[in-house]
């Protein structure tokens, strides 16, 4: 088997953030050399203490985790309350965090953490781009295996009608990675919503019979009550885990060259992600952009990271 690709994973937990962090420490593909946080679903010191939390709750105690932004480059931070709670993660009762927050700042976590590898790290981010762009001056690019980051779509928004959340939260931030050069994947809802928690992957996680699965499959129910009161959908998409999966097992999804863009300006469209399928603006492909789920393969990886660490 080959060396597992060292990842750092750049967050903002959230329940499908959660579980991004259970799949990146609990699969032998990838390496989870460090978890950063970002102003996203919740304001920073909400979503940090997650993320502590979650790895507390995980058994992963020497888990470097760092805060980064507590607010986008250019707008105004808003939480995703009516999606994830006033926690950001809200449902099951989650341990006080015992995970030592690391001093540093969330970029200066990252740089030394790409000086010291001795190859290529893969940046993992499921939450708004804020500290990747802010990264972009500040460590040494070469070391940037790649941008792997759930957000976008190929289609509609989940926070407007045309920008996905984490796009809509920081379109400038979004826009510089993407201009940045650094191999770029786009894993957006298009992919993200054949990752549906039925009640049939709920019962797996439960089936697991340990502590980890019960809150696995409490959050799972929680996001999906928040996602049948607000979209009408009978079953939550578990995005973010999308973007880990892509690297720790990358047969799992199918991705196609395309040329992106994300949209700042917009009057109505502020946050939106231009992803020329067709290439009909004539622009040379610039980003992997996810297109199909093997979904059985998919859940199995989750139970299977779950199961691994509970
Ligand atoms: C994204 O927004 C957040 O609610 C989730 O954590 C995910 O990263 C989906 O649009
Ligand atoms: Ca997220």
């Not at 920008?163 to 990675?177: C, I, L, R, T």
Request: net charge negative.
């Amino acid at each position: 088997m080959s060396s597992p690709t060292p990842i750092i994973l750049d967050c903002d937990p959230g329940h499908d953030d959660a579980i991004a962090i259970l799949l990146a420490a609990g699969h032998p593909g990838v390496e989870l050399l460090a978890v950063t946080t970002v102003a996203g679903n919740g304001p920073l010191d909400k979503v940090t203490a997650n993320a502590r939390r979650v790895a507390t709750l995980a058994g992963l105690l020497d888990l470097p985790i760092a805060a980064g932004a507590a607010r986008p480059l250019v707008a105004d931070h808003e939480a995703s309350v009516e999606i994830h709670g006033t926690s950001a993660l809200d449902g099951p009762a989650l341990p006080d965090p015992r995970v030592e927050l690391d001093p540093r700042p969330a970029v200066q976590l990252i740089a030394d953490l790409l000086d010291a590898s001795r190859v290529p790290v893969t940046l993992v981010a499921t939450g708004p781009l804020t500290n990747i762009a802010h990264a972009l001056d500040r460590v040494d690019r070469a070391k940037i295996g790649a941008v792997v980051w759930m957000g976008g779509s190929t289609g509609r928004g989940n926070r407007t009608p045309y920008a996905e959340f984490n796009s809509y939260a920081d379109p400038e931030a979004a826009a510089a990675v993407v201009a940045s050069g650094i191999p770029f994947t786009l894993v957006g809802l298009n992919l993200t919503h054949q990752a549906a928690a039925t009640p049939e992957v709920i019962a797996r996680f439960e089936a697991l019979d340990s502590d980890l699965g019960r809150v696995v499959a409490g959050w799972l129910e929680f996001f999906g009550g928040t996602y049948r009161d607000v979209f009408g959908e009978p079953h939550a998409p578990v995005h973010d885990p999308c973007a880990v999966a892509l690297v720790a097992d990358p047969g799992v999804i199918e991705t196609v060259e395309a040329f992106v863009a994300v949209e700042t300006a917009g009057q109505w469209t502020r946050g939106a992600t231009i992803v020329d399928l067709h290439a009909r603006l004539g622009h040379p492909a610039n980003a992997r952009v996810a297109v199909d789920l093997d979904v059985d393969r998919f859940w199995n990886l989750i139970v299977d990271a779950v199961r691994e660490l509970g």
